[in-house]
T-cell receptor, first 112, second 112 residues
Framework: DAGVIQSPRHEVTEMGQEVTLRCKPISGHNSLFWYRQTMMRGLELLIYFNNNVPIDDSGMPEDRFSAKMPNASFSTLKIQPSEPRDSAVYFC??????????FGPGTRLTVL | AQKVTQAQTEISVVEKEDVTLDCVYETRDTTYYLFWYKQPPSGELVFLIRRNSFDEQNEISGRYSWNFQKSTSSFNFTITASQVVDSAVYFCALIYGNKLVFGAGTILRVKS
């Protein structure tokens, strides 16, 4: 059974460019989470969806960040415009009602 | 407030030594779940264990064991006879609502 799929695995872009990260959750999971990992702040939750509906986006840093989940099998996290301080590893995770979150491999974003 | 503290930033041991990773949590909830995740050098986050607040029995899985003590709000993780492949960052986490709150992580280095 496939796990959480994220793409791209690595992204290098220049400041000011738009970045879109993609996630396919595990089939049947009804919750999806976006996390960011940096050395300074560790692992922090950005936003999560339940049944495709955004429930809590209090961790989204600012208006430059947006996330969507148009259907149960796909979600995007967009940064527009990107800044060097957005450089981090972004993880997507999904879970079922048992609360166990399964993480994708992450996208390593570098903004120059 | 929900908080997870992993006071050990980094631990170095020699192969075959036993090692314990400490985790202390804070929560006002009477029902809660605790987790341990492993992040090897490859970067993915690997689920190790979930424990609910009603079950204080210690758990053992091969060389891994967990000691959950509500009286001290601790959920410590012990690796017996450590191996080089155990080298990773280990995160303790607490569920708050549907969100994972992570500790800062403990870097474990196992030397041969």
């Amino acid at each position: 059974d496939a796990g959480v799929i994220q793409s791209p695995r690595h992204e290098v872009t220049e400041m000011g460019q738009e970045v879109t990260l993609r996630c396919k959750p595990i089939s049947g999971h009804n919750s999806l989470f976006w996390y960011r990992q940096t050395m300074m702040r560790g692992l922090e939750l950005l936003i999560y969806f339940n049944n495709n509906v955004p429930i809590d986006d209090s961790g989204m840093p600012e208006d430059r960040f947006s996330a969507k989940m148009p259907n149960a099998s796909f979600s995007t996290l967009k940064i527009q415009p990107s800044e060097p301080r957005d450089s981090a590893v972004y993880f997507c995770a999904s879970s079922d009602r048992l609360l166990q979150q399964f993480f994708g491999p992450g996208t390593r974003l570098t903004v120059l | 407030a929900q908080k997870v503290t992993q006071a050990q930033t980094e631990i170095s041991v020699v192969e075959k030594e036993d090692v314990t990773l400490d985790c202390v949590y804070e929560t006002r909830d009477t029902t809660y779940y605790l987790f341990w995740y492993k992040q090897p050098p490859s970067g993915e986050l690997v689920f190790l264990i979930r424990r609910n607040s009603f079950d204080e029995q210690n758990e053992i899985s091969g060389r891994y064991s967990w000691n959950f003590q509500k009286s001290t709000s601790s959920f410590n993780f012990t690796i017996t006879a450590s191996q080089v492949v155990d080298s990773a960052v280990y995160f303790c986490a607490l569920i708050y609502g549907n969100k994972l709150v992570f500790g800062a992580g403990t870097i474990l280095r196992v030397k041969s």
